[in-house]
Every structure is written in structure tokens, then in C-alpha cells.
């Protein structure tokens, strides 16, 4: 009986960080900023010329892998220094707040020594000893190099030092107990570069193999999780929910997943956010702004090969639409989004997405729809293409039964197949994101 | 007691077009660049999104991105014998607030004024007499600078927006299709024309069939996706016809918000402050320098900024209150004509012909802001002015800028202006009708000038502006014979009847006309005859620019924006390659 006990114990801690885990969202997501956008400014530093000197290799590739690992998307709050931390990542269970990694020998990581960077980047082990919580991405982060490692923390330690101080977490029992995640850490960890290289793979596949599962962290989101947080076995990269957005399917799935996208479709849009087919909002807008617009064309072509590569995900079987829900969404597609998706959803290439056709819109999860529909959505700027183009909240205008009737609309026309969205379903997000009473934003609405 | 800040290597001070490029090229340029916008930030899907956008009763009616008159207006008079009064409802122009400021809610209309407009004293002295330029106590001037001097900063506008039309004069040959009266173009336009509607295109016809040259509206409503110079987006127009007094949901009007900002706010050495807003610019005790400028934030406290450099790039009527109020240059007086802030402050002079017909659907509400076929046959000096009493022109338009329920139907001469025969009409003739537009030129004027007003003040207990204008008889000489020439196209369309709404009397407040404001701060080859030269500086205080038409000695027949761009580009060039090597008066006095 203690025995058992003690298991179902395990199993609720578990849980509940699995809960927290693939819960933990971006705190900007819900109300689109009406402020400049400055994050292509902050993105900028990564871009910065490292001048010549002793150890300016060593600097250099430090400045290249804090790129590839999208370091900023999570380490800058809103109008907050680059590196200092401080954007609250929201869970069921409360907030986690980022930490400072500027090189602030107070708060931020000046005193570290490489010994301590390299067991939090491999180990999740912070600099005080403590278990870090696996928002923070060291199961893909402990594929890189020691000396990977090192390369980075001597690049964090020439940024400029901010001496702000990350809120506490705000974290109910157990989640505020670090230990608890050395009991998650005992589950099975995302897979490891080099292991499965498949007959015939090209140094360009590897390459991208090794940034998609290293630095890259992709399948942090786009790979679905069982209950514990883990990685569901045999469904890599086929799509998961963050922030209430939907990781779209990467797969080679012509209906979800990047079939019908060519390498170039790939590279244009880890280039810019945007090409003919879609644009990068959401986390995967920071993802563009931080990251990925910031790489060399070889290491984006590389990770489009690799992704290329992934063989289909199994398609599901569709619940036919009603017809009725189909004609009423006609009617508010035609009212609400031909001004910039246009008549028949053929959009405007790279600017407004067109719709046919279109991965986000055919997820098997229509969360991600609905959450655009609801808040809006922003693409991320990126140096080349830094026009923030953003979709409008659409929540203070449309009731939970036309977003239904519109999404099932959208995602069963012009070549769409996807199982309709209910006024439940709507409602609900709705609700989880808070905008029950949304009105236009302060500064737009009559006052 | 004023906080001071920081220096800056540039203050830009008003953050709408001008700003906007003047920010984008001293930042290129690697200058330490701050920009103070008094009103709020601004952005597309927060302000003015397309779920939204349309709405005629907030931002037509209720004036929702303009300025708050309650906190800072101007007062208004005809001529020196009224006493000014501050106008607390905006009618005849809209000022503009905030980022983008009037390049938020303009209609997109991209001119470049014809080569003779630079010279306008010159040329007419030349061509009609010495009497014609100071008829009517005119006070035209020449520019100082030529259209072949600006042509390449006419381009880098048309580039930074995308516009949409058709050469009609490239590299000298004359091209099918476009105006043939205008000026040499250097590059055909980025985009090609919008493909004109029924209305536009029976004017179109219309005037061919009088021998005039119809061509498409040059217009910053695109026509087809864009991508800039700086990698800024604008998509293709949709014909919603909300533009003027709007803001653009869809991201196909150029504005500041569509085609600079996302480059220029991502420059780690660029800075918006926003509300913001700048009481006076600061002079060293010689007052030969400024030494920066005092602003006041929303909360109410005040600072100093000092700058090396101050960009005036607020609309004109706050720039020349600026300079007033700053002691910069001296004042205009139109008892003696000497002095020069202020003087020659002029308009636009507009008219315009309804169109009814019964058996024609012309759908007004697919419309945007430079929807239009156009003639350029009687403008500037493209036509023989000897005898007709006036100088200037206008072009002539058949116009379709949109279709709003509450702004534009148009009911025939002697229709009531309510009640049921009104009803009626509108009904009748909403579908079936639209307007040729006279979009006139408006020359300069001894009594017409801007002031500071003497009784009234603003929030911040500084003088008012005070306005003193009226049209003069050229300008109703002009108009007239203008809108005659108008109304032979609209009969030649055969429509069942037509109304023309002539330039008669007095300039009022109301209506709407148009937000055209033109001189008090105008450019010229001389400190005695202008505040500004060639380039914008300052006579008097030379790291003072002031941008804007402001510097228009006089007002041609044309939208002013083009020019506006053209006339900051070609000043941020001179401040770029002659003036940070060796700051001081560009042009020797």
C-alpha cells in the first residue's frame, strides 16, 4: 500500500509538471503590443560586429550560437534589456519568471564559471545547484559541444551587465519545490543528433539534424507530449500546443505538415517569416525575429533538408462540416477577412497568408485558428522584411458562434479538410486567454 | 524647473512624413537621432485595423486622430481689420497628431509639381509681364531650388512608397499614358497605375474626346504588393474608399507606419519619445545656435534635450509658431512687407462639378484615396494664361475617393439638405453619381501671413497661431475658369444633370477643403525674401531645418505631399554630405 502510495505520488508530481511544462506560454500573447515594436532592435545586438582579438573566434561563434538557440525569445521582457530575463512565462501553476543572463556578476551569469554554464546547459543544474525547470531548454541544449558551451558563456560575459533582478516565481506546491524536477529529469530525453543518420544522409542533412535537435530545440513545441512532458513515442515533429498557439505538424503530411512546401518555402521563411504560403506569428514570430532570420543561408537550408526529410505523419479521418455552420461562415469570412485575405482566401504573397491549402489552418487542433482569430497575431520582423504585419483581435467583434462557423469554414474550403470547430470550443479559449470582455484596445476605442 | 537630458546629435521634433525620412537618413547616416512626437504612438492593427477602420462616425465625424483643438488650436480672421478667433471645430483643413501624423489619414496622393511652379515669379514675369505676378498684391516668389534639382529626391519618395501610376514623360520622351505636361522622370513609377473604375474611366474618355490628356492619378494606394528600399510591405489596395481622415487597415497606403517605421525603430541609434511635445527651440545668447530644445511631457514635466542639430518636422503651422515663439528669424509685417516668418502663407483654392446620371451605376463606395483619371491640360503654366486675368491652374479630376454614407452623397442642384425630398435624392442618385474634382493652385498674398495671436493661449499658456487668409481675385479668376473647364467634360459625359460647387466669396472654416497649408516658413535664394534656403537651414540659426510646406513661397495646383518628401530627402542629403563636415550655412548669405 505505501508502495502504491508512493507511486501514484510520483505520478501526480509528474504530472503536474507536465501540466506546467507544456502549459508555460509567452505573457505577450494575449494582448497584441500597442507600442513600437522594438524587438528587431534588440535582435540587432546578436548581429553586432565582434572585433578582432584574441579570442574573437571563440566570441563569435558564442555571438552565432546564442542565434541558434533563440536565447532572446525568453531572455528579454517586454521593454526590458536583452539578456536580463524577466518575461513571465505563464503556467496553470503560476508564473515563471526568466532569468538573468547578461553578465551581471550579481544577477546575471558574471561570476560563472564554463563548470557551471556546462552542467545548466547539460544538466539543467543552475549555478546555485538547483534544478532548473525545463522551460528552459537544456534537454536539446546538452547536444551541443562542451566547447560549444564554453563559446557561449564568453559571449554572455561581453554583454552588457544589467543589474535588474527577475521577479520570484510565482509557483504553488509542488512546482515550487526544484527537486521535483530531478524526478521528471528520470523520463526519457529528447533524441540526440547523429544516432539515426539514415543511408545516403549529406553533410548539409546532419548539419541540419544537429540544429534541429541541438540549439534549435524545434520539437520543444512542435513535437507533441505524452501526460509526463515527454516526447509521444514515434510522433516526432508532429505538431504541439504552446501558448495556446498550435506548433504546427513538420512532417511531410501534404494536409498539416510541410508537404507541399519546397526546401526554398522552408528558407524563405525562417529567412523573413513570410512567404507565399504563411507567415511566422506567435512564439514562432520570435523564434524568426531572434533566431532563425539570423542565421547563414547554409544553416537554413540545412535545417529545410532535414525537415524535408521527415516522412508523413499518419492523417486522421475529418468530421464532415455541417452545411448550415459552412453558409453562416461564408458569410463572415466574406465580411471580416477579404479585406486583406481577399475573395476565395488567395491572400497577398508574403504579406497576408493565403488560406487554401494552407498547414495552420488544416491542424488537426483548431486552437491555433481560433487564438488568431480571438487575439490577432503578429509577424515576426525580421532584418530583411522588419514590417510587423499584424492580423487585428477579431474577439471584440465576433461572437464564440461565428468564430465557430468561420474557422469551420476556413478550414474546409478551397482544398482545406479539417474537423469543425464547435461554440464550446471557442468559448473556452476565450476564456483562457482572458478576452471575455475585450473591448478595442485603449488606445483605438471611443474615449 | 526643466530636467536636462542627454545630449543628441539630432532632434527631430514632430514625427510624421518628414520626420519619419529625416530620422531614417540621419540614423543611416550613423547620427545619434531622437524624435519627439507630441501626440501617441500609433500602429496599424491597435489604431486602426480593418475590423475597424471604417468607421465614418469616429474618425470622419468625431476626428478621432486629429488634433485635440480643446488643448491647442489657432485662431482664424479674413484679413487685418477682424479680430482672430480660435477655431474649436476643425473644418477646413484636419491637423493631424501623433506618429504618422496627416501621413496616417491622407489620401495618397503622390504629386511632383511641374518645373515651371519653381519659378513662378520668373517664368510669368517672362511669359505674361512684370504686372502679372503682383496683380492683386501678390507676392510669389521663385523657390530657389529646380524641379531637375529635386527629380532625383521625387524619385526616392516614389520608391520608398510604391507609387502606383504611369510615366507620361521619361527621360524626355514623351510616353502614352501618362502626363505629358510633366516634368523629366528619371525611372517610370515603381508600381503599375490602379486599374481605373467606371466612373474614372467615363471622365477618361470624356476629355479625350475634348482633346485634353487623360492619365491615371499617381497614388501612394498601391496597385500591387510592394517591397521598399528598406524591406517595408505594403499590399495591394482593395477599393474600400477610407482613406482621407482614416487610417489604413490593410497596409496598402504609404504612410510613415507602412513604409519607415519598421526599418527606423529597429536602429539601436533612433529613439520615439512619444507625447512629447516641444514648447520651444533654445538659442545660445548670440541666438545664432540652437542649443537644443524644451519639451513637456504627458505628465506635465518639462525638459531640456540639447541636440546639435534640431529637424522642425512638425506640420507647418506648429513649425512656424516654433520659430515665432523661438525668436527664430524675424517676424512677418504686412504693413511694410519686410520680414519673413510668417509671410506668404497660402492654401489651396478648390472647387468642383457633381455628376448625376440615371442610366450609369457608378458604385462610389469601391473607391480609394488617388482613385481617379486625371487632365493636367490647365495647370501650373501647361496653358496659355494671356488674358484670363490670373496666374496658376489646377488639375481636374474624375475622382472617386470613396463612397462614405455620411460624407459624400451628392444630390442635385435644389435638393433640400434634410427631410423626406432629401431622402429621396439620395437614394435616387447615391449609386448614379460622383465628382469631378478642381484641385486649384493658390498664389501668395501681401495680407495673408501667420502670426502669434495677441489674446489667446494654448494649455501650455503660449501664444496661439493666428491665421490671416482669404482668397484674392486671381485665385476666383482662376477657379472659375477652371471649373468651366470642368463642367465641359462632365456634360460631355451626357449625364442627366450636373451641379457646380464654385470657390465663391470668402474663405470659411467650414467645409472641409483640404489639409493643404502651405508658406510662413518659405525657402528662397535670400534671407531678405525667406526663412529657409535651398535646403531648409535656417538663414538665421543655422543648425535649425525646417521641413514641410512651410517652405512653398506659394502653392501650385497639386497635392503637396510629393513635393514635401522630395524637398526633406534633398535637405537630408545636404545635412549628410556637406553639413555634419562642416556644420554652418550651407548657402552664403
Redesign the interface.
Known amino acids: 500500500m505505501r508502495m502504491l502510495l508512493r507511486v501514484v505520488g510520483v505520478l501526480i508530481v509528474l504530472s503536474l509538471i507536465a501540466g506546467a511544462y507544456f502549459a508555460w506560454s509567452l505573457s505577450h500573447a494575449v494582448a497584441l503590443p500597442a507600442g513600437p515594436v522594438t524587438s528587431v532592435a534588440a535582435a540587432k545586438i546578436l548581429l553586432e560586429p565582434i572585433a578582432d582579438g584574441p579570442n574573437a573566434a571563440q566570441l563569435r561563434q558564442g555571438q552565432y550560437l546564442a542565434r541558434l538557440g533563440d536565447c532572446l525569445s525568453c531572455h528579454l521582457r517586454a521593454d526590458g534589456e536583452p539578456f536580463a530575463g524577466g518575461l513571465g512565462l505563464n503556467t496553470p501553476f503560476g508564473v515563471i519568471y526568466t532569468s538573468n543572463i547578461s553578465s551581471d556578476p550579481d544577477h546575471g551569469i558574471g561570476k560563472w564559471t564554463p563548470d557551471q554554464f556546462y552542467r545548466a546547459m547539460h544538466d539543467g543544474i543552475g549555478g546555485g545547484g538547483q534544478h532548473l525547470y525545463p522551460a528552459f531548454p537544456y534537454p536539446w541544449f546538452r547536444n551541443l559541444s562542451r566547447q560549444d558551451d564554453d563559446a557561449l558563456l564568453a559571449y554572455l560575459k561581453t554583454t552588457t551587465p544589467v543589474a535588474y533582478q527577475p521577479p520570484d516565481n510565482k509557483l504553488v506546491f509542488p512546482m515550487n519545490v526544484r527537486a521535483a524536477v530531478a524526478v521528471w529529469n528520470l523520463l526519457p530525453l529528447p533524441p540526440q543528433p547523429g544516432k539515426q543518420t539514415p543511408q545516403g544522409a549529406t553533410a548539409e542533412w546532419s548539419r541540419g539534424e544537429a540544429l534541429v535537435l541541438g540549439p534549435g530545440h524545434c520539437s520543444q513545441c512542435h513535437t507533441p507530449r505524452n501526460l509526463f512532458g515527454a516526447d509521444k513515442q514515434g510522433e516526432a515533429f508532429q505538431g504541439g500546443l504552446l501558448d495556446n498557439f498550435v506548433s504546427p505538424d513538420l512532417t511531410g503530411n501534404e494536409r498539416t505538415g510541410l508537404g507541399r512546401w519546397t526546401v526554398d518555402d522552408i528558407t524563405e521563411y525562417l529567412h523573413t517569416g513570410r512567404n507565399a504560403r504563411a507567415a511566422a506569428g506567435g512564439p514562432m514570430g520570435d523564434v524568426v525575429t531572434y533566431s532563425t532570420s539570423l542565421m547563414t543561408d547554409e544553416d537554413r537550408h540545412a535545417i529545410a533538408v532535414y525537415l524535408k526529410s521527415l516522412s508523413a505523419s499518419t492523417d486522421v479521418d475529418v468530421t464532415a462540416a455541417d452545411p448550415a455552420s459552412m453558409k453562416r461562415g461564408a458569410a463572415v469570412f466574406s465580411d471580416a477577412c477579404t479585406a486583406c485575405h481577399l475573395e476565395n482566401a488567395v491572400g497577398q504573397p508574403t504579406l497576408f497568408p493565403p488560406l487554401g491549402d494552407n498547414a495552420v489552418a488544416q491542424q488537426n487542433d483548431p486552437t491555433g485558428v481560433l487564438h488568431i482569430i480571438l487575439a490577432g497575431v503578429r509577424v515576426g520582423p525580421s532584418p530583411t522584411r522588419p514590417s510587423p504585419l499584424t492580423m487585428p483581435s477579431f474577439a471584440w467583434k465576433l461572437t464564440d458562434q461565428q468564430v465557430a462557423d468561420v474557422s469551420t469554414y476556413i478550414r474546409n474550403s478551397w482544398g482545406n479538410r479539417a474537423s469543425p470547430v464547435t461554440a464550446a470550443d471557442v468559448a473556452k479559449l476565450r476564456s483562457t486567454l482572458q478576452l471575455d470582455e475585450v473591448r478595442l484596445t485603449d488606445n483605438s476605442g471611443d474615449h | 524647473m526643466a530636467t536636462t537630458l542627454k545630449p543628441v546629435e539630432a532632434v527631430i521634433v514632430g514625427f510624421g512624413w518628414t520626420g519619419a525620412i529625416l530620422a531614417q537618413q540621419l540614423a543611416d547616416a550613423g547620427l545619434e537621432v531622437l524624435a519627439l512626437e507630441r501626440g ?13 477602420a471604417q468607421d465614418e462616425l ?1 474618425y470622419m465625424w ?1 476626428h ?1 486622430l486629429f488634433q485635440n483643438v480643446s488643448d491647442d488650436t489657432l485662431t482664424i480672421r479674413n484679413n487685418v481689420n477682424q479680430t482672430a478667433l480660435p477655431m474649436r471645430h476643425l473644418g477646413s483643413f484636419l491637423l493631424g497628431t501623433g506618429v504618422g501624423s496627416g501621413g496616417v489619414h491622407w489620401n495618397g496622393q503622390i504629386w511632383r509639381f511641374l518645373p515651371s511652379d519653381f519659378l513662378t515669379k520668373s517664368n510669368n514675369e517672362q511669359r505674361y509681364g512684370k504686372k502679372s505676378v503682383t496683380d492683386y498684391d501678390l507676392t510669389v516668389q521663385d523657390w530657389g531650388v529646380t524641379y531637375e534639382e529635386l527629380e532625383p529626391f521625387y524619385n526616392q519618395f516614389d520608391v520608398l512608397c510604391g507609387t502606383s501610376g504611369k510615366a507620361g514623360n521619361l527621360n524626355g520622351q514623351i510616353q502614352p499614358g501618362g502626363n505629358p505636361f510633366e516634368g523629366v522622370r528619371s525611372a517610370e513609377y515603381p508600381t503599375p497605375p490602379m486599374p481605373q473604375t467606371y466612373g474614372p474611366t467615363l471622365f477618361g474618355k470624356a476629355a479625350a474626346e475634348l482633346g485634353r490628356h487623360p492619365f491615371p492619378h499617381p497614388t501612394g494606394n498601391l496597385s500591387q ?1 510592394y ?1 521598399n528600399n ?4 505594403l ?2 489596395c ?1 477599393y ?1 474608399g477610407f482613406c482621407e481622415k482614416f487610417g489604413c ?3 496598402s497606403k504609404a504612410s510613415p507606419q ?1 513604409t519607415v ?3 527606423v ?4 541609434n533612433f529613439t ?1 519619445r512619444t507625447e512629447c511635445e516641444v514648447l520651444k527651440v533654445e538659442l545660445s545668447p548670440d541666438r545664432k545656435h540652437a542649443t537644443g530644445v524644451s519639451y513637456v511631457n504627458s505628465a506635465g514635466e518639462e525638459f531640456f534635450q540639447p541636440a546639435s542639430l534640431v529637424i522642425l518636422s512638425s506640420y507647418i503651422l506648429q513649425n512656424v509658431r516654433l520659430l515665432l515663439l523661438s525668436g527664430i528669424g524675424t517676424p512677418y509685417d504686412p504693413q511694410t512687407g519686410l520680414g519673413v516668418v510668417g509671410k506668404n502663407y497660402a492654401y489651396q483654392t478648390m472647387s468642383s462639378v457633381n455628376v448625376f446620371f440615371d442610366d450609369k451605376l457608378i458604385n462610389p463606395f469601391i473607391g480609394a484615396g488617388a482613385l481617379a483619371t486625371v487632365i493636367d491640360d490647365f495647370n501650373g503654366d501647361n496653358f496659355d494664361h494671356s488674358g484670363l486675368g490670373f496666374i496658376g491652374g489646377a488639375y481636374i479630376a474624375g475622382m472617386i475617393t470613396g463612397g462614405r454614407p455620411i460624407e459624400m452623397i451628392y444630390t442635385p442642384q435644389g435638393t433640400p439638405a434634410w427631410g423626406l425630398a432629401w431622402k429621396h435624392a439620395a437614394a435616387k442618385n447615391y449609386l448614379r453619381s460622383f465628382s469631378l474634382s478642381v484641385h486649384g493652385s493658390c498664389m501668395s498674398h501681401r495680407g495673408n501671413y501667420l502670426d502669434l495671436d495677441p489674446t489667446y493661449r494654448d494649455i501650455h499658456g503660449r501664444p496661439m497661431l493666428r491665421m490671416t487668409f482669404d482668397f484674392t481675385d486671381n485665385e476666383h479668376k482662376m477657379s472659375d475658369y477652371l471649373t468651366d473647364r470642368a463642367a465641359e467634360i462632365a456634360k460631355a459625359m451626357n449625364p442627366r444633370e450636373i451641379k457646380l460647387n464654385r470657390r465663391v466669396g470668402s474663405w470659411n472654416v467650414v467645409p472641409y477643403q483640404t489639409t493643404h497649408n502651405t508658406g510662413g516658413a518659405i525657402m528662397g535664394d535670400n534671407p531678405a525674401n525667406s526663412v529657409v534656403n535651398k535646403y531648409l537651414q535656417s538663414w538665421d540659426v543655422p543648425n535649425v531645418f525646417s521641413m514641410g510646406a512651410g517652405a512653398f513661397p506659394q502653392n501650385a495646383g497639386y497635392n503637396p505631399t510629393g513635393t514635401v518628401a522630395a524637398l526633406a530627402y534633398h535637405s537630408a542629403q545636404a545635412i549628410i554630405q556637406q553639413y555634419l563636415k562642416n556644420p554652418g550655412p550651407l548657402v552664403q548669405a
Open positions: 501617441p504612438w500609433r500602429d496599424t492593427s491597435t489604431d486602426f485595423a480593418t475590423g475597424f469616429r468625431r478621432h504588393p517591397v528598406l524591406g517595408a510591405q499590399g495591394a482593395t474600400c487597415g490593410n497596409y507602412t517605421l519598421p526599418y525603430m529597429a536602429k539601436s520615439l
